[in-house]
């Protein structure tokens, strides 16, 4: 049996290193190592308690769409939210853009091979990371107005921190599709945000807001004739879990940001 033969059928073989280094280097890098799992990275710990749910859907829809017991690579970055919190702010979103991307850099050392920012909110600065990292990243953004369009819905209310409601990524996404936003009123905008960041960000569900979330989607199709509502901060899909509200498709941008990333984990692209 040739050394090539022995070492295709898994027996070891020892090249002369110092006569063949190129050989033995490249026999061993080819042959003798495993292939590496694709790895997804996630900006998460904005906030913690959507972090856990991006963890645990992502493994839940992987073993539903790769039914063979395997489970994905995934490294999460957990940051501390009260920084970039006052980033937002404060308006510093060049400052924003810059840690951020060096956080995506810190996975793309940890071996990810694209990369997602678990929340609505930091996609203000979304293009700018794009430019500056070295791996791919998934937008949100983009998926959710892709969703919103394959659904064929054509006026969306949008829900989430009054810096997500009150920027222009979701109009703008959503405008390139045919799509038009509708926003809540100035009071209903100041109560969603409030909620969000008392009550949602540290994980506490209360029935009396999510009936309120609910009672604004209905004050948007009744006013506006919406007929789907973007839940542009991913901590909302923790109170606001149905499919429909008050016959208004509910577009949870978290489930889809997730569907995203497993798709592209099982297609192998990095």
Excluded: C
């Amino acid at each position: 049996m040739s050394k090539l033969e022995a070492l295709k059928s898994g027996k070891l073989v020892r090249l002369n290193s110092a006569k063949f280094p190129l050989a033995h280097a490249f026999l061993w890098l080819q042959l003798g190592q495993p292939k590496k799992m694709t790895r997804i990275g996630i900006i998460g710990g904005i906030g913690p308690e959507t972090t856990v749910e991006y963890y645990r859907r992502i493994l839940d829809l992987y073993r539903r769409r790769n039914p063979d017991g395997s489970a994905p690579y995934i490294i999460i970055n957990s940051l501390d939210m009260k920084k970039p919190l006052e980033m937002l702010t404060t308006n510093k979103l060049d400052e924003l853009a810059t840690f951020l991307s060096e956080e995506v850099e810190t996975l793309a050392r940890a071996g990810a091979a694209f990369a997602l920012v678990a929340a609505n909110t930091p996609h203000l600065v979304f293009h700018v990371i794009a430019r500056q990292t070295r791996i791919p990243l998934i937008s949100i953004v983009e998926a959710t107005a892709d969703a919103a369009k394959a659904a064929g819905l054509k006026r969306l209310g949008l829900l989430g921190t009054r810096f997500t409601m009150q920027a222009s990524f979701y109009p703008d996404a959503l405008a390139a599709r045919g799509i038009e936003v509708i926003l809540p009123d100035g009071e209903e905008q100041a109560y969603i945000h409030a909620k969000y960041m008392e009550e949602l960000v540290p994980g506490i569900i209360l029935p009396e807001t999510r009936d309120r979330l609910m009672n604004i989607i209905k004050t948007l199709k009744d006013r506006a004739q919406i007929d789907g509502a973007i839940l542009g901060g991913t901590e909302l899909s923790l109170s606001l879990r149905d499919e429909t509200v008050f016959g208004v498709r509910i577009l949870d941008t978290t489930q889809i940001h997730v569907e995203a990333a497993v798709a592209r984990l099982i297609s192998g692209r990095k």
